[in-house]
């Protein structure tokens, strides 16, 4: 049977990150594919080709915060300036190593995120991910 | 009582010596004339001169022109003092006086009664005054309402010699408060006086319809008279014609004889009468002009006081106004002192605020002090002691790497060169922040030849430039205040960037200038180059610790570079920012002080 969350999108700058967070969700059984990218323009680039290339729109979105040039925020601004059929249904969970996440959950009222998760990520984490912001939703329609 | 008895006594037997024409003329003053003429022989008859059988006359002397003079004259031709004849002498001038036994003088004419008393010493002379202080003279008298009174400087007049009557002695005024209230008396009488000259004026017209009626009385007489002569002649007729009855009128000769005399004893009388009523008219017009003299002469004094009064008056409004101009002046002077004190209290609030801020702001900036020491302090300490847990993993990376290789399969194995890379990433990133705590603690500033400088950071980027092919152009440069080695660095990390920061097909090409300031208080220092050029969101984060523009596969780095830069400046107390276009290039400008 087809994995609950089909298809997850990583950006982060950094490669090894990319590569371990790959791993993990490969792992565990309610996540689909992940496609990985470097930096925010990269995604955004990708997310504007879909409706050409009819390639498949994310489920969730891991985004790390710091990133050089375009930072996570910014990357947040450009994605609610896209095109709603583009956007809808996609979760944006945060993911960061910021040693204050009060901050961030403080700027994080500014934007619309789905979540905040501390790295690097686990199986633990992904099973509560997947129980908030999945399940529900599956087990309703299913 | 007993006084004013005396007084009247004294009065009586003077009224009855003058007789009717005095009691003729009632007016105020006349009274006062004739009583101090006769207050002043009284005196005289009353005092014993300590000399009194050196003088054969009695010569009593008068200062100023004073109508006394007159008065006195006239009495003397009535009465004596101390038994011998009375002559009266005039003195215009207080040193002439000599000679004389009694000296009157009235303080209208302003006669110095000091100086008047020192001039009479020793001469034997008794004073007698008027209107002066109390005590100030021998004997002083001062007009009340029709009569005087008098005070008596015993103490004086003793030590001179002379001997008081005990009667003299017991009415005159004894303390000068009485002297001063009986003062004012004539004070406010000299004010009814005043009234009084209309009234006498009026009196003055009476007079002269009395006279009128007296002339008219004269003439009647006059025709009295010649019809006396005409009886006389009808009589002198009738003895004619009685003589010429011859002898037997004869018999009765004896009682014509005796008819004849009795008629030239009436016709005498009369002719007597007549040339007493001239006397009287003659000496009534006297008077009379004497009245008007001294009517005259008052209203002049009127007219003098008046005059003063005026004067006062206007020298009273004058200095009214120079009053109300001195109290303009005044409160204008304190109105500005108000101002200027105002001001002064302003100004010391606003420098006294000014100065809090001031100690506010050195305390502000020793805390900064101490809080950017702490940090370096921190960073310097965590940077030391992160390195040596990091150098065991990548110590454990290797073994792994070069002795178990075989053992791991692709995901194991790339999983391995990532935690090698990141292990190398953690190193470099913790000596940049090392690197970076140390910046700005150097104090051994110098004067740093920006020229030669720059040609030794081209000598050791000669590899970089060779393979890139870039083009440096470098302006004539300036001497410069600063540490050497982290100017170096400044340069280092700008021409590196510049160099870096360009698209793999252009050739970059740099150029490196400086110039003063307006104020001629700094040097800007600019470093220019072709490169991709920085969008305006980032111009401001390229210089915070770690911010990166791009991927590190795009352009290598660790994002301290302009960090460094930034902090270097900031302690050398310059400012550094940057201009540019994306796509065309950009200029990194500096400046530190001349």
């Given at each position: 049977?087809?994995?609950?969350?089909?298809?997850v999108?990583?950006?982060?700058?950094d490669n090894?990150?990319?590569f371990f967070?790959?791993?993990m969700?490969?792992?565990?059984d309610?996540?689909?594919?992940?496609?990985a990218?470097r930096?925010?323009?990269?995604a955004?680039?990708f997310?504007?080709?879909i409706?050409?290339?009819?390639?498949?729109?994310?489920d969730?979105?891991?985004?790390?915060?710091?990133?050089?040039g375009?930072?996570?925020w910014?990357?947040?601004?450009?994605?609610?300036?896209?095109?709603?059929?583009?956007?809808e249904?996609?979760?944006?969970?945060l993911?960061?190593?910021?040693?204050n996440?009060?901050?961030?959950k403080?700027?994080?009222?500014?934007y619309?995120?789905?979540?905040?998760?501390?790295k690097p990520l686990?199986?633990?984490?992904?099973?509560?991910v997947?129980?908030?912001?999945?399940?529900?939703q599956?087990?309703?329609t299913? | 009582?007993l006084?004013s008895s005396?007084?009247?006594?004294?009065?009586?037997?003077?009224f009855l010596l003058?007789?009717s024409?005095?009691?003729?003329?009632?007016g105020?003053e006349?009274?006062?004339?004739?009583?101090?003429?006769?207050?002043?022989y009284?005196?005289a008859q009353q005092?014993?001169?300590?000399?009194a059988?050196?003088?054969?006359?009695f010569?009593?002397?008068v200062?100023?022109?004073?109508r006394?003079?007159?008065d006195?004259?006239?009495?003397a031709?009535?009465?004596?003092?101390?038994?011998?004849p009375?002559?009266?002498?005039r003195f215009?001038k207080v040193k002439?006086?000599?000679?004389?036994?009694l000296l009157?003088?009235?303080?209208?004419?302003n006669?110095?009664?000091n100086?008047?008393l020192?001039?009479?010493?020793?001469k034997?002379?008794l004073l007698i005054s008027?209107d002066?202080?109390y005590?100030t003279?021998?004997?002083?008298?001062?007009?009340?309402?029709?009569?005087?009174?008098?005070e008596?400087?015993?103490?004086?007049?003793?030590?001179?010699?002379f001997?008081?009557?005990?009667s003299?002695e017991?009415?005159?005024?004894?303390?000068?408060e009485?002297?001063?209230?009986?003062?004012?008396?004539?004070?406010d009488?000299?004010?009814?006086?005043?009234?009084q000259?209309?009234?006498?004026?009026e009196?003055?017209?009476?007079?002269?319809?009395e006279?009128?009626?007296?002339e008219?009385?004269?003439?009647?007489?006059?025709?009295i008279?010649?019809s006396?002569?005409?009886?006389?002649?009808r009589?002198?007729?009738s003895?004619?014609e009685l003589?010429?009855?011859?002898?037997?009128?004869?018999?009765?000769?004896?009682?014509?004889?005796?008819?004849?005399q009795?008629?030239?004893?009436?016709?005498?009388?009369?002719v007597?009468?007549?040339?007493?009523?001239?006397?009287?008219?003659?000496?009534?017009?006297?008077?009379?002009?004497?009245q008007?003299e001294?009517?005259?002469?008052?209203?002049d004094?009127?007219n003098?006081?008046?005059?003063i009064?005026d004067a006062?008056?206007?020298?009273?409004s004058?200095?009214?106004?120079?009053?109300m101009?001195?109290?303009?002046?005044?409160?204008l002077?304190?109105l500005?002192?108000?101002l200027?004190?105002?001001g002064?209290?302003q100004?010391?609030k606003?420098?006294?605020?000014?100065?809090?801020?001031?100690s506010?702001?050195?305390?502000?900036?020793?805390?900064l002090?101490q809080k950017n020491?702490e940090?370096?302090?921190?960073?310097?300490?965590a940077s030391?002691?992160?390195?040596?847990?990091l150098?065991t993993?990548?110590?454990?990376?290797?073994?792994?790497k070069e002795d178990?290789?075989?053992?791991?399969?692709?995901?194991?194995?790339?999983?391995?060169?990532?935690?090698?890379d990141?292990?190398?990433?953690?190193r470099?990133?913790i000596?940049a922040?090392l690197?970076h705590?140390?910046?700005?603690?150097n104090?051994d500033?110098?004067?740093?030849?920006?020229n030669?400088?720059?040609?030794?950071?081209q000598?050791?980027?000669?590899?970089?430039?060779?393979?890139?092919?870039?083009?440096?152009?470098?302006?004539?440069?300036?001497?410069?205040?600063?540490?050497e080695?982290?100017?170096?660095?400044?340069?280092?990390?700008?021409i590196?960037?510049?160099?870096k920061?360009?698209?793999d097909?252009?050739?970059?090409e740099?150029?490196?200038?400086a110039?003063?300031?307006?104020?001629?208080?700094f040097?800007e220092?600019?470093?220019?180059?072709?490169?991709i050029?920085?969008p305006?969101?980032?111009?401001?984060?390229?210089?915070?610790?770690?911010?990166r523009?791009?991927?590190?596969?795009?352009?290598?780095g660790?994002?301290i570079?302009?960090a460094?830069?930034?902090?270097?400046?900031?302690?050398?107390?310059?400012?550094?920012?940057?201009?540019?276009?994306?796509?065309?290039?950009?200029?990194?400008?500096?400046t530190?002080?001349?």
């Open positions: 049977m087809m994995n609950p969350v089909e298809f999108l990583l950006i982060d700058d090894a990150t990319n967070n790959g791993m969700l490969g792992k565990h309610s996540f689909g594919r992940t496609l990218v930096s925010g323009s990269e955004l680039d997310l504007q080709s409706p050409n290339t009819d390639a498949q729109k994310p969730l979105i891991f985004l790390d915060i710091n990133m050089p375009m930072n996570g910014e990357f947040l601004d450009a994605f609610k300036e896209l095109p709603v059929h583009i956007t249904g996609i979760k944006v969970i993911l960061s190593t910021s040693s996440p009060e901050e961030v403080k700027s994080m009222r500014k619309s995120v789905d979540d905040y998760i501390n686990s199986m633990n984490i992904l099973d509560s997947y129980e908030v912001h999945f399940q529900k599956y087990s309703s299913s | 009582m006084r005396f007084i009247c006594s004294l009065l009586f037997g003077f003058v007789g024409v005095q009691a003729q003329e009632s105020n006349q009274v006062k004339r004739v009583q101090r003429t006769i207050f002043i009284n005196i005092v014993t001169w300590p000399n059988s050196d003088f054969d006359t010569s009593i002397g200062l100023g022109p004073d006394v003079a007159i006195l004259q006239v009495m031709q009535r009465r004596q003092i101390q038994g011998k009375v002559e009266v002498v215009n002439d006086v000599q000679g004389i036994q009157y003088v009235n303080r209208k004419f006669y110095d009664i100086y008047v020192s001039s009479l010493s020793g034997n002379i008027e002066y202080n005590n003279s021998m004997i002083n008298m001062v007009n009340v309402g029709d009569s005087f009174e008098y008596i400087n015993k103490p004086l007049l003793l030590s001179t010699g001997i008081v009557t005990p003299l017991n009415y005159a005024v004894s303390s000068s009485k002297w001063k209230e009986l003062f004012q008396e004539t004070q009488d000299l004010a009814e006086e005043e009234k000259v209309e009234a006498q004026q009196i003055i017209s009476e007079r002269d319809k006279i009128k009626e007296q008219k009385a004269l003439s009647q007489k006059d025709e008279i010649t006396s002569k005409d009886l006389l002649t009589q002198q007729d003895i004619l003589a010429s009855q011859n002898q037997l009128q004869l018999q009765k000769y004896e009682d014509k004889v005796l008819i004849e009795e008629l030239e004893r009436t016709i005498a009388n009369q007597e009468f007549l040339r007493t009523q001239q006397e009287t008219i003659d000496s009534t017009n006297t008077r009379i002009a004497g008007l001294i009517l005259k002469a008052q209203e004094e009127i003098e006081k008046q005059r009064l006062q008056d206007e020298t009273i004058s200095q009214k106004k120079v009053n101009l001195l109290l303009v002046i005044a409160g002077l304190l500005g002192a108000l200027i004190y105002r002064y209290l100004k010391r606003l420098s006294d605020a000014l100065a809090e801020k001031n506010e702001f050195e305390m502000q900036a020793a805390e002090k020491a940090l370096e302090q921190f960073a310097y300490i030391h002691d992160l390195q040596e847990p150098s993993i990548s110590s454990l990376i290797g073994i792994l178990y290789d075989h053992l791991f399969d692709d995901v194991a194995k790339q999983s391995l060169q990532f935690m090698d990141s292990s190398l990433r953690m470099e990133l000596q922040l690197k705590s140390k910046l700005g603690m104090q500033k110098t004067y740093v030849n920006v030669t400088l720059l040609k030794d950071i000598g050791d980027l000669t590899e970089k430039i060779k393979t890139t092919g870039a083009e440096i152009y470098v302006d004539d440069m300036p001497e410069v205040l600063a540490s080695v982290e100017l170096r660095l400044v340069y280092q990390n700008l590196t960037n510049a160099i920061f360009t698209k097909d252009v050739v970059p740099i150029n490196i200038s110039e003063k300031t307006q104020d001629k208080a040097w220092f600019s470093v220019s180059d072709n490169g050029g920085i305006g969101a980032y111009r401001d984060r390229i210089f915070a610790i770690f911010q523009l791009h991927s590190r596969e795009e352009y290598e660790t994002g570079g302009l460094h830069v930034k902090k270097i400046i900031d302690a050398h107390g310059g400012r550094i920012w940057v201009e540019s276009t994306v796509g065309e290039g950009s200029t990194f400008f500096f530190l002080p001349v």
